[in-house]
């Protein structure tokens, strides 16, 4: 049995006071959560104040990127030491929005989420394909292009502090969720493509989170399905209530 992990991703939003106020209000509300994990990602700015906030609780703190290098000449990154420093357990990498927005490849990206396994983070590697790419009938390319290139070189022990978020980038922040249907076919389809690289034991195992305007009335209907175990979610993961009634759906 695969444990859901549900996770909030705050991108860039809430200054510090806000953060901190929004852990406050989810603690009591998912405290008796026990069939879920639960990882909050604020702003790096926000993290220790955040961690502090959790500290003690059932719900983990993660970075949203790292860099690949522990310390030096690299302005504006973050080292997975300095995240875990600051109070991290888990760190997002490959998010859509690092790979659309800023431009990491899949090297870049294959090489952040080693360096962040060695460091003693646990992952959240984000996959998904471009509306154009599923239209154009590209979409298992894509996704097996991002899971070969990303996962290379690991050990199946390193999958192990794994996770993998299928996010198809036209359901991020977009409020059109990929229905259930949808969602299970690339789980499973991204599942067998684990089995090819590690092993049946190690793809049965790894935990495949669906993320794409996830909210509390679309929840339970995804998690119903055999092969999504857990969310990643953005917008609805803002609001102490919504959250908590997305987490409610995985318990
Ligand atoms: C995300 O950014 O990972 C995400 C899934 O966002 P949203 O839930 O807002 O679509």
């Not at 090297?107 to 790419?133: D, H, P, Q, W, Y």
């Not at 195992?205 to 969310?231: C, H, W």
Request: glycine letters at 8%.
């Amino acid at each position: 049995m695969r444990k859901p992990i549900i996770a909030g991703n705050w991108k860039m939003n809430l200054k510090v006071a806000e953060a901190v106020a929004l852990a406050e209000a989810l603690k009591p509300l998912v405290a008796d959560a026990a069939a879920v994990e639960i990882v909050v990602c604020p702003t790096y700015v926000s993290l220790y104040s955040v961690a502090k906030a959790l500290a003690g609780s059932n719900i983990a703190v993660g970075g949203q990127d790292a860099y690949v290098k522990e310390s030096g000449a690299y302005t504006a990154a973050i080292s997975p030491q300095m995240l875990a420093d600051a109070g991290c357990t888990w760190t997002i990498i490959g998010h859509s929005e690092r790979r659309h927005i800023f431009g990491d490849t899949d090297t870049l990206l294959n090489e952040k989420l080693r360096f962040a396994l060695a460091s003693g983070l646990k992952v959240m590697f984000c996959i998904g394909e471009l509306l154009e790419e599923r239209k154009s009938g590209k979409m298992e390319d894509v996704i097996k292009r991002q899971v070969v290139e990303g996962l290379k070189g690991l050990s199946s022990a390193d999958l192990a502090n794994v996770v993998l978020a299928y996010e198809p980038v036209w359901a991020i922040g977009t409020g059109e969720t990929a229905s259930p249907e949808q969602a299970e076919e690339v789980h499973v389809f991204t599942r067998a493509l684990v089995r090819d690289m590690f092993g049946a034991d190690a793809a049965e195992a790894i935990r495949i989170q669906y993320g794409g305007s996830v909210k509390a009335d679309n929840a339970a209907e995804l998690l119903a399905k055999p092969n999504v175990d857990g969310f990643l979610v953005g917008g609805a993961a803002l609001k102490a209530d919504s959250f908590a009634a997305i987490i409610k759906a995985g318990c």
